[in-house]
């Protein structure tokens, strides 16, 4: 990020330049060449680096990587100055790391978005034996302490980088940033005069049918999405982020996910053993892309050519649906298991036909059937772009309080679903409000967490992510 | 399994073949042509497939995959039989996941270890809109219950596999089994008979120095251990095993973990950036892991050619481990951080020299610093097999109650570390007690989990894992 260019001018003509262009291609397709930015999705030399830098944030119309890591961020702060301070550092850091690089330069010291107190980042005595209590049972041992701590430059410095992931590849790393409802307004508050900038589609999710939600799983006043295809270097990238925020932001909940390595194209399965992801719009349309998934002139000017993120951790009663005849399982999906067709069809990408009846006149796929509620057809042409990652959090166990007063194992796996849209009122609340209510794959699924945030447009190479939102005059 | 052999004639000769070679070589090179033993590490056809069957199990001497995904059960049955129904079961089913096959063959119905009770494997009334509570909040919306769930066979029966890795490569997967203490004596009781064939090694472990021992992440009287080059293959395995289980093992904990893609041979590095493996002994040399794997003549007959396993989930404060310097980090752990070399040397590979002072005329590499502690020349030679994964289970907050009262996040981070040895009262337990009184990195690790569990040979083609436990005359 250089400072000695001029904000203001640089948004301005990207801005003009977008606007005038909205049209058949909407703001998506609008490269600014004065901007040189390079459009996403067109790969650099080295194939396991996907451009940071576009007209839109990668990681949402990006083929999806094996690995994910989400986090979201609570706002310490009372100064929006910090923030912008924390998007700048953030955007530099991710910038960096999609290449493979550190977060910062190795021998600069860490330079966190805000400066850490006179005295150093860590009160030095925390860790001498007279303090007695860091080391726990095991603190009477301690060596001799760090000296220096204070230091925030040179060879004396706080490392830049926890460097677990040097020598590796970047290995296709996006990170993709978020703003939710409170970076606007909370608890009723606009804590940093940008309560008149939060878009209308922001809005609050409504309490769906069922919803469990758990506080440790919901929410958030920033989103960092990192995706890549090994774990440690997801891992590695929203570590790096959150050293670099403190002071400014805290981490309020993380998620790790993961998708199967199949084959070329082969759409992957879900942990219920069902493809999942067929009837996707094409991310290599942009014209779908354009129509479902970026904003358009409907939208604030900095959100123009962003996206709105929602995600929803949903437990799957994999314990109970493993139980299932596979029938039933297809009679619940609307799909067949192992070829993936729709009730009746013999292959994965076969058209639906909702209105086929069985030989006693019932319907083929059932009327609650989860792919027909989904359907853009029953939806009035709805879509959404789907991009959610498989989790396994280990188990616990159940004591249920019903008959047959099941107890036992409990997965804490299933589905961290994110989906892509351009506007949630029109996604996926639309489509949701009613699946929540007769999607009989609720028998087997709890919604635990939630979130909807403001994925604002790429940044060209010398702005910041959200710049427009901050500096807008 | 083919139950019209007899298993004693083949456990003895298989037995006796070994207890004839084992001098130079120990038990472990003993390959008896015939039982038709293919040895371990020798690939099959397809490279992505590693043998399941052989002298020792896999996943032991092994090169690491890049995700594991560890499970204990605890025995819910008062059976014998039902135990070495189940070790059948799980024999078959882990040699054909390790080709890449489901558990069982599909069209054949869910054949668990132990036959359902009659009436079917749930009530159906649990689905009807009747029972009113299955579905949550959207239960009044269920769809048709299933019916002739009773059934166990056929085309209606419950699906044989879960089928979330249909179409994937098996990706290298490895299933390691292991007995935990509880199989042969629980809460004083000798629940199964086999509490005379106890290994004298297969000690309840000392409570170390520091511990701090979570009972759900402890223990269990089965371990499985799966590990594959993609999660999701490692989540299937585990997840059929459990089902098949059902009604004699259940789900104690589970833990996932992961090491990042490094290229050809390069020592991977943990989660404080340190190269972390490059000391252990090589697995590539049958008399290393002869003389400190596998178990010889000292054990008992049906543990020759197996091993101990250690589990210890360690948990690593990494956002304190973060704000410390390097030359800090690297006194803590006793190598250089970037190289990997010892510290005062250039390469990774160099050896240590404890003996060398600095100028002043102190240890260059400090007393109580990680790598000397652990080193075999500061523990009479004693060495084990480590072979740990990373985890990353997201973030806790924390509040401390001692200066300078720091509240915020806390990783739920660490090392799942896991050593092989063939005794544990001269491996881990020797080299770790020490470790766990002095070692400077107790500042930032605290271990919450524990396992001791005895890892039995490996199975012929036509045996099952523990076979020579069960059926000792």
Redesign the interface.
């Known amino acids: 990020m250089s400072d000695d260019r001029d904000p203001g001018t640089r948004r301005r003509g990207f801005l003009t330049g977008v606007a005038g262009v909205v049209g058949a291609l909407g703001a998506a397709s609008a490269a600014s060449a004065k901007e040189n930015i390079s459009p996403v999705a067109v790969a650099t030399a080295g194939k396991d680096i996907l451009p940071f830098h576009g007209l839109h944030q990668n990681g949402i119309a990006t083929p999806m990587q094996?690995?994910a890591?989400f986090?979201t961020f609570d706002l310490v702060t009372e100064k929006r100055a910090d923030i912008v301070s924390l998007m700048k550092v953030w955007t530099t850091a991710a910038a960096r790391l999609t290449t493979g690089e550190t977060a910062q330069p190795l021998d600069a010291g860490l330079k966190p978005a805000v400066a850490p107190p006179a005295g150093g980042?860590?009160?030095a005595?925390?860790?001498t034996p007279a303090?007695g209590?860091?080391?726990?049972?095991?603190?009477e041992?301690?060596?001799?302490p760090?000296t220096?701590?204070g230091?925030t430059q040179g060879?004396?410095?706080?490392?830049a980088?926890?460097?677990?992931?040097?020598?590796?590849?970047p290995?296709k790393l996006t990170i993709t940033f978020g703003f939710g409802a409170g970076l606007f307004v909370k608890d009723g508050k606009d804590r940093y005069g940008l309560a008149a900038r939060r878009p209308a589609a922001l809005v609050d999710l409504p309490k769906f049918?069922?919803?469990?939600l758990v506080e440790g799983s919901t929410g958030g006043d920033l989103l960092v999405q990192a995706c890549a295809?090994?774990?440690?270097?997801v891992?590695h990238a929203v570590?790096q982020l959150?050293?670099l925020a403190e002071g400014v932001a805290?981490?309020r909940?993380?998620?790790?996910g993961?998708?199967?390595?199949?084959?070329n194209g082969?759409t992957p399965?879900?942990?219920?053993?069902?493809k999942d992801g067929t009837n996707n719009p094409a991310i290599t349309d942009p014209k779908a892309m354009d129509e479902f998934v970026w904003v358009g002139t409907e939208g604030p000017d900095w959100m123009r050519g962003g996206t709105y993120a929602v995600t929803r951790r949903i437990r799957i009663a994999?314990e109970r649906?493993?139980?299932?005849?596979?029938?039933?399982?297809e009679?619940?999906v609307g799909r067949h298991?192992?070829s993936g067709a729709p009730i009746g069809k013999d292959k994965e990408f076969d058209a639906f036909d909702f209105d086929a009846k069985d030989k006693d006149g019932n319907p083929l796929t059932?009327e609650?059937?989860h792919v027909r509620l989904a359907a853009p057809a029953t939806n009035d042409g709805a879509q959404i772009l789907r991009r959610g990652y498989?989790y396994?959090?280990?188990?616990n166990l159940t004591a249920e309080r019903?008959?047959?007063w099941r107890q036992?194992?409990e997965?804490d796996?299933g589905l961290f679903f994110v989906c892509y849209q351009r506007d949630p009122r029109t996604g996926f609340i639309k489509v949701f409000e009613r699946m929540?209510?007769?999607?009989?794959m609720?028998?087997f699924v709890?919604h635990v967490g939630s979130g909807l945030f403001a994925c604002p447009p790429g940044a060209a190479a010398d702005r910041y992510i959200g710049q427009a939102l901050f500096e807008t005059a």
Chains 1, 2 share one sequence.
Not at 229 to 233: A, F, I, L, T
Not at 258 to 263: A, E, L, T
Not at 436 to 440: E, G, H, R
């Open positions: 094996g690995h890591y986090a980042r860590y009160d005595s925390y860790l303090a209590k860091a080391g726990g049972e095991g603190g041992t301690l060596g001799q760090p220096g701590l230091d060879p004396n410095a706080v490392a980088d926890s460097g677990e992931s040097l020598g590796q590849s290995a049918v069922g919803d469990q295809d090994d774990p440690q270097v891992f570590r959150a050293r805290q981490i909940w993380a998620q790790t993961f998708v199967p390595g199949f084959g082969e399965r879900n942990l219920m053993g069902f994999l649906w493993d139980q299932m005849k596979v029938a039933f399982q009679e619940t298991k192992y059932a609650n059937s498989s396994n959090d280990g188990v019903w008959p047959p036992g194992l997965y796996a929540a209510k007769f999607d009989m609720n028998q709890t």
